[in-house]
């Protein structure tokens, strides 16, 4: 999401013992300051906040009477426990402080690490009572433990296990580190599981940092629905099945609600198909959630992380290298994708809110050591495409469209109304609805600004989504660009007329002086990181053949225009034995239709 990532884990013994007081944990070391600044990270704080506090969901109306004292309860109140450890930077106006790394407009940026959940037992024998953390520390020095990090395993088991929490702010500024962790879980046997899941949060200040945290809680929590597609199931609180998975071992099942109620049984059904088989175990009316007290849906089942969010990426041309060809046209690139992203409704409101696609670029990557693709920072928004809106005017009743407004551009003027579907989906709105599954011919943008033939460029789209809430405030989800070094595309000189290639023939650059602006860093799979080009070549098949001054054949190119009328070849100066060629003076012989050009370039390391 825009501010937590969340992550879920699961912890499998897979040894032949019994394993006793588990405790599970994260050791962070988060740096908060602008990072250009010179040690930015030496002016930090850190704090452990909890908060009891009861959230109210203005999408729930469901009111129920409980079975135990009868008394009604308002489902849309929901009582939330939070535990978190953070840091932040400690502005220049405070003492220790360094002004020097506020980023501005302040340093209000505060990063939280927090539980979500884990295993629990309401008799706090097996597991804590509810989720919680056990420790935290917060370490500055660089001495031994317990001041200092802990160093080995005896040490980071103490540190889990002792139970100690901070009752007031770190005090001195400084570079902090700090541990969180729950527990303790009192045995996993072989086989067993432990999960947990955490949460890792950002916000302006406490109140910025609290408000994403109770939207992390919430988006775990997730939603009461309707997965086993049977409306009786899951009605009037009963959110459990009682069903067995072998009949021949039957269950018999006492109500926790009613002390005086008979026992129920032999169950011996394995399918939990019928309303009788679902019972009320955890004595609370709103769990499953209905409507209202007289409509069920039939949620009988609790879906964690469920929240809104961003709409899933379409597909794009790319992507996929085999189609490089058609993206890489003369000094512009051609950009296509699918329409998977306005397939897709919220989980929430249960609406599809996208609104529109943006299209990103990276220029001038160079491939630093150990890097994949570009990263985060690198990406330059190149243009906002927007899916005209439809609204009824409240004067004459008639429909009105609302255009793209300031920098965006309509998304119509980049559709192909001639693409053709490939699929047909129900409508997630309306079962009775059927929406077309287009391929990534679909919508398609040039880019031709600025770019330079034989240059590295990524390029990716992504989809965002637009809503306004309950108090009018306009709200927007959108997901974040990114690339591997494949998605790399190159636009390329396009090829000659058949008639004039002879004079057009060229080598860029000429000569090359021990490198050219399109090198990138050497690697495994590109072991000289750089490229002579032969440009212009004539729309149809030839041999490029690259030759000494004495008459070695130095290496042998092929080149096909395809259907994008390539008149590019590339050549990464490895000669057919494999080796760097040296510097001097080489010639080349473009044979096409048994007519060939000769010319020569220079290379000089």
């Excluded at 006793?20 to 994260?26: A, C, K, S, T, V």
């Amino acid at each position: 999401a825009n501010n937590f990532i969340g992550l879920e884990y699961t912890i499998q013994n897979v040894g032949f013992e019994v394993l006793r007081d588990l405790y599970i944990g994260y050791f962070v070391d988060s740096d908060a300051g602008l990072r250009s600044a010179p040690e930015f990270y030496t002016d930090d704080g850190g704090e452990l906040r909890s908060v009891d506090t009861t959230y109210v969901d203005p999408t729930i109306t469901y009111v129920c009477q409980q079975r135990i004292g009868g008394e009604s309860k308002d489902c849309a109140r929901q009582q939330l426990h939070l535990d978190i450890a953070f840091m932040h930077d400690t502005p220049g106006s405070e003492n220790g402080g360094n002004a020097e790394d506020d980023p501005p407009p302040a340093a209000d940026g505060y990063f939280g690490g927090m539980f979500l959940g884990h295993t629990t037992d309401p008799f706090g024998e097996r597991a804590p009572e509810r989720v919680e953390i056990h420790t935290t520390q917060f370490f500055s020095s660089g001495g031994t433990y317990p001041e200092g990090d802990p160093r080995n395993d005896f040490e980071r088991y103490d540190l889990l296990s002792k139970g100690t929490k901070p009752r007031r702010p770190t005090g001195q500024p400084s570079d902090y580190r700090y541990c969180f962790s729950g527990g303790p879980f009192a045995e996993l046997l072989p086989g067993e599981e432990l999960e947990f899941q955490v949460a890792f949060v950002i916000g302006a200040k406490w109140p910025g940092l609290l408000n994403n945290a109770l939207n992390a809680q919430r988006i775990y929590n997730g939603r009461w629905r309707d997965v086993d597609g049977i409306k009786e199931t899951g009605c009037d609180g009963n959110e459990t099945c009682l069903a067995v998975t072998d009949p021949s071992q039957p269950l018999f099942w006492s109500d926790p609600c009613d002390s005086l109620a008979p026992v129920v049984g032999p169950i011996k059904n394995t399918e939990c198909d019928r309303a009788e088989f679902w019972v009320d175990d955890d004595c609370d009316c709103c769990t499953p959630l209905q409507i209202d007290a007289t409509t069920c849906d039939g949620w009988e089942s609790l879906v964690k992380w469920v929240g809104t969010v961003a709409p899933p990426p379409p597909a794009v041309t790319t992507e996929d290298p085999t189609l490089h060809v058609r993206v890489e046209g003369d000094r512009e690139v051609t950009v296509e994708w699918d329409n998977t992203s306005e397939l897709v409704a919220d989980p929430i409101t249960g609406e599809i809110l996208f609104c529109g696609y943006r299209i990103w670029r990276v220029e001038g990557w160079e491939r630093p050591i150990g890097s994949t693709g570009p990263t985060p920072d690198e990406w330059q928004l190149v243009a906002d495409l927007v899916k005209p809106a439809l609204r009824v005017d409240e004067d004459t009743g008639d429909t009105v469209r609302i255009a793209a407004r300031g920098s965006q551009l309509d998304l119509d003027l980049f559709t192909n109304t001639e693409a053709v579907p490939t699929d047909t989906l129900p409508s997630p709105i309306d079962p009775g609805e059927v929406l077309l599954k287009y391929g990534i011919d679909r919508y398609k943008y040039v880019d031709d600004i600025g770019l330079k033939n034989g240059m590295i460029y990524f390029y990716d789209v992504t989809a965002y989504s637009c809503w306004y809430d309950t108090l009018g405030r306009y709200n927007e989800l959108g997901s974040q660009p990114a690339a591997t070094e494949t998605e790399g595309v190159r636009p390329r000189w396009a090829a000659s007329s058949n008639d004039s290639w002879r004079d057009r023939i060229m080598v860029v650059p000429n000569p090359w002086r021990g490198g050219a602006d399109w090198d990138l860093q050497p690697s495994d799979a590109d072991p000289t990181g750089t490229h002579i080009d032969f440009a212009n070549l004539p729309d149809m098949p030839c041999e490029v053949r690259i030759y000494s001054l004495s008459g070695d054949l130095v290496q042998t190119l092929n080149h096909d225009p395809g259907a994008y009328r390539s008149g590019t070849v590339r050549w990464n100066m490895i000669t057919r034995n494999g080796q760097d060629i040296t510097s001097g003076v080489y010639l080349y012989a473009v044979t096409c239709d048994e007519e060939t050009e000769v010319g020569r370039f220079t290379v000089i390391r």
